[in-house]
């Protein structure tokens, strides 16, 4: 996963994310152009500048972001949980007019209260300095990396992104019936790509055998930047597999409240300007709703992990609120495990030590990392050839991979699939994609590279290239091997806005220019012509410093956030 900065086209635009904290320096109000470079903004500045209307803040959200009441100790999107004593004293939030000032002494406060909170809540990570910290829950575990205080988005975005969702679930499920779409799209990709390639033998194996998936379900995350210069809202990828921290971004939202309602007076902010964030709960309850349509009450659900897995935690507040919330059972393995240890019995089930597995999640396989052997790809192929419901199934992970991506942004592809009205909304949101067979595209990327960035066919991060690295791959592509063109993509490069942040790593706080990212869950369950589940979940907002082309939180490069509507 990378957190784009480019644009291609340079026309006038407004500020979309920005951060809402402050140094005590000035900050200046001004957009700054160069021909080479998008304009940056520095901080929040005023509505009329920044495209706001001049009225108070609000929050309206979406529908499908309302939250319950449990009984548990801790609440995902529940902001009545997270008040204290004298902490609903009504905030009347500033304008915005200039960029807040927040004093040492405060932002010494403000760091040592999220702290303690991250600590007492869970919001933590498995610390890479201890030994065993990714293997044995309670070990070395650190808060996760997070940002201070949440960034500011303008709620036609907010509400632009969560009405997507529903349309790209359904897209994603259309296309994953259409084997020979996924096998033609892929086809030159397969003979360059190893991974890619193991990945279509299976798929082609089920093609074979006609083994179709009565009941599918996806847990998705599409990703999205506001490019500064044309004021849109652009989608990054789609992820129909490992889609990570549903569990830890419930927690950031959380905190961000608290935050504010200990401290909003004196920043001038409103707690409920946060949105509520559910992701973890409705991650789960589409989890159960698949297990119960299994109908197997002594079947377990099957977390597919790494071997070390640092963030580990996120995984197991799903696994707490299957349990505590809808009496499911869960057990961990990895593919090497699942190897060893599985079978398939004559029903078709898939059976693990004895239990039958009712749906397999995957947290892993994802990269070819998760391969080391042969005995990963015979555990995946046993999960493929079983009965069990697969999140995702094989064809659900081809859907999101970065050639499907380019081959939906093609002229007439989407219309295969989707009415009129929903190709429009999701057109509205692409960014420019390219294959590099489009020799013009290649020709401008070598000669003005810092507009793009070339995507290979890998999730996880810290795979995508960029600038002088990404001209001299592709002219190396060009002269000495050019059926590899296929493993790539060229996608417009993003120029989201920059602000002032704080980020919190290892208890240290950070101050950078950073810019954001946007992702927003999605849960999609069908059994046959009947859909079962279709919603938006929740979201995951990820900050990191804006002279970072990387944007993943597991591999280093960002932040956990969360939004501030405004």
């Keep these: 996963m990378s957190i784009g900065s480019c644009s291609s086209s340079i026309n006038q635009g407004h500020i979309a994310f920005s951060k809402l904290s402050s140094s005590s320096s000035s900050a200046t109000h001004r957009r700054h ?34 939250t319950f009441s449990s009984s548990l100790p801790l609440s995902f999107g529940d902001s009545d949980s997270i008040e204290t004593e004298g902490s609903r004293e009504e905030v009347v939030p500033k304008l915005f007019p200039a960029p807040l000032s927040i004093s040492p002494l405060l932002l010494e406060k403000l760091v040592y209260d999220a702290l303690v909170w991250s600590s007492l809540n869970g919001l933590v990570v498995g610390d890479k300095s201890v030994k065993k910290s990714g293997t044995i829950p309670g070990v070395g575990m650190v808060h996760a990396p997070f940002s201070l205080l949440p960034s500011a988005l ?18 994603v499920d259309r296309v994953s019936l259409d084997g020979e779409f996924l096998q033609d799209s892929l086809s030159r990709t397969k003979k360059v790509d190893a991974f890619t390639s193991r990945l279509l033998d299976i798929h082609s194996k089920m093609m074979e055998i006609n083994k179709k998936e009565v009941i599918r379900l996806g847990l998705h995350r599409s990703d999205y930047m506001v490019d500064a210069e044309t004021d849109l809202l652009l989608q990054i990828e789609l992820n129909t597999i490992s889609s990570s921290f549903p569990g830890l971004s419930c927690l950031v939202s959380n905190l961000h409240r608290y935050l504010l309602n200990q401290h909003g007076k004196e920043l001038g902010l409103d707690s409920n300007s946060v949105p509520g964030n559910a992701a973890v709960r409705q ?112 064809s659900y992970h081809l859907v999101g991979t970065k050639k499907i991506q380019q081959e939906l942004a093609k002229p007439m592809v989407l219309e295969r699939f989707l009415e009129a009205e929903d190709v429009a909304k999701l057109r509205k949101c692409f960014a420019g994609l390219w294959s590099l067979d489009d020799s013009e595209i290649t020709k401008h990327a070598i000669e003005r590279p810092e507009l793009f960035v070339l995507k290979p066919q890998r999730e996880g991060g810290g795979n995508n290239i960029y600038g002088d690295d990404l001209k001299e791959m592709l002219l190396k592509l060009q002269l000495e ?42 849960a999609y369950l069908r059994n046959n012509d009947k859909v079962i589940m279709n919603e938006q979940c929740g979201y995951l907002m990820r900050t990191k410093v804006s002279s970072s082309n990387e944007g993943g939180v597991a591999a280093g490069f960002a932040v956990l956030d969360s939004i501030y509507l405004t």
């Design 33 to 66: 152009h160069s021909p080479n470079c998008p304009s940056k903004f520095i901080h929040i500045f005023p509505r009329e500048v920044a495209g706001f209307a001049q009225i108070p803040l609000r929050i309206t959200g979406c529908q499908s972001m309302n």
């Design 481 to 522: 091997k050019i059926e590899e063109q296929a493993a790539y993509i060229l996608m417009q490069r993003i120029f989201p806005a920059s602000s002032l942040s704080y980020l919190i790593r290892e208890g240290i706080s950070h101050e950078n220019q950073a810019i954001s990212e946007l992702g927003i869950y999605g």
């Design 154 to 171: 303008r709620e036609s975005y907010w509400k632009q992104a969560c009405d997507l969702t529903p349309v790209f679930n359904e897209l």
């Design 283 to 394: 991650f789960a309850e589409a989890l159960a709703k698949a297990w119960t349509e299994y109908d197997n009450e002594r079947a377990v659900v099957m977390f597919v992990v790494q071997p070390e897995e640092r963030n580990m935690y996120d995984q197991h507040w799903l696994s707490f609120l299957l349990k505590e919330i809808h009496s499911v059972n869960t057990i961990r393995k990895t593919l090497s495990e699942i190897d060893a240890e599985g079978e398939l019995l004559p029903d078709g089930s898939l059976a693990i030590g004895g239990q039958i597995v009712a749906v397999v999640y995957f947290r892993a396989g994802y990269s070819p990392n998760d391969y080391p052997s042969e005995s990963e790809w015979d555990a995946r192929l046993m999960i493929e050839q079983s009965t069990t419901i697969k999140c995702p199934s094989i």
